[in-house]
C-alpha cells in the first residue's frame, strides 16, 4: 500500500505535470515524447528516445497478452485450466489477442475507441468485482493476509517495486496524440490529476482484496486474478464468478494492447514524416486514416518478441525476462521526458520523476524467486537493453541526413 500511493505522489502526479506543461509548450504537434526531446535535446536524442519508448511497449505488449491469456484460460473453469500451463495454447492466444486489438485500430479511431472503452469498462468491472468478492469473504472468513502498511525489504521481490511505478505510467501517452487533444491546456492538467487518482485508488483496492482472499505466497504472477476467483467460486458456491473473470480479464487484455497500439503508432509516425525511418511509416492509409504501417511493423515487432524469449527458458520465467525488459526499457525515455520538464521550468517533478526512474532501473535487474539460472537472466537482460540501443543507433544512422 506505502508502494502504490508512493509511486503516485513521487512519479505519476510529477509525470501529469511534465506531460500537461510539454504538450501545451508543443501544442498542436503529433509525436509526443519525440517531438519533446528533439526540441529540447537535439535529433538523435529524439530518435533514441522514441526508438526506446516504443520498443518498451513492444516487450509490453508480449507479456501483458501472456500474462492476461494464461489468466483467462485458468479461470475458465477445470475443462480449460491446463491450457494456462501449455506454452503453445498461451502464445496463440497472445497473438490472436495483440492483432485483434491491432487490427481494430487499423481501421481508424471510430471502431478502435469501442476495443478500448470495452477494455476499460472490463478492467474497472474486473477490480469491483475482486473488492466486493474481497469484502463477502473478509465478513466470514477473515483476511488471509495480516495487512501490513510497510513493504518488507527482499531480493526475490524488490523487482516488483519496479513493476509497481511502471504500472502508474501511461499518461505521457496523452502527449502522442496531442494534436488530436481539443484544449490541452484545460484538458490534460485536470485529466492527469483524476487519472492519477482513479489509478491509484484501483491498485491499491484490488491489491488489497487479493490478499484478503489469498496468502501471497498462494499468488502466483501469470494466475493471480484466476486463483482468486476460483477460491471465492468455490467457497461463495457461485461458479458463475470464475468465467466472468475470465471474460472480463481477457477483454482488458484486448482493450489495454488496442489503446498503447493506437497512441504508440504515432511515434515512428512522427519520425517517418522526419525521414529518419522509411517514408512508409510516415504515410496515412487513404480510407482509414490511419498510420497502418507503424501499427503493423508493432505488431510484428511484439509478435517475434513474444516467441523469442521463450527459447531456453520455462514459461514463467521467460514471463519475468518479458517484464524487466519492459520495464528497463520502458524507463529510459523518462529520463529525457522529465529532462524537457526541467527545461519548461518544472524542476520539482523533474527531480522527483529522475529519482523514481533510476530507483525503478535498478530494481528491475534483480531477479525474482521464479528464475533458476541467474545468468541466462541477467545476460538476456543486458543483450536486450543493448540491442534496443545499438538498433536505434543503425537505423538512425542510415536514415538520417549527413
Known sequence: MTLWLLAAVLFTIPLAVAVAALTVKYKGAAGGLYVWTRGDFGQWHGFLCFWVYWMGIAFWFPSAAMFYMSAGFYTLGPAY????GNRLCVLAAALAAIWIALGTNLVGLKIGKWTENLGGASSWLLGGLLVGIAVLMGSRHGAATPIQILPKWGWSTVSFWSTIAYAMTGLELAGLMGAEIHDP????????????????????AT?????????PEKISELNGLAEAGDLAGRSLGAGWIAPLIAVLVMASAVGQIGGLGTAVSRLPFAAGVD???????????????????SLLALGGVASFLLVATQLGDTMRAAYQELVSLMVIVGFLPFLYIFGSAWKAGKRLSALSGWAITLLAVVCAVAPTAEITNVWLFETKLAVGTGAVIVSAWLVYRRNSPR
Open 185 to 204: 491546456e484545460r484538458t490534460l492538467p485536470r485529466a492527469g490529476w483524476i487519472a492519477s487518482g482513479f489509478a491509484t485508488t484501483f491498485y491499491a
Open 81 to 84: 485450466a491446463h491450457l494456462a
Open 207 to 215: 491489491t488489497v482484496a487479493m490478499l484478503v482472499l489469498l496468502r
Open 275 to 293: 525521414r529518419l525511418l522509411p517514408a512508409a511509416f510516415g504515410k496515412i492509409h487513404s480510407r482509414w486514416g490511419t498510420p497502418h504501417v
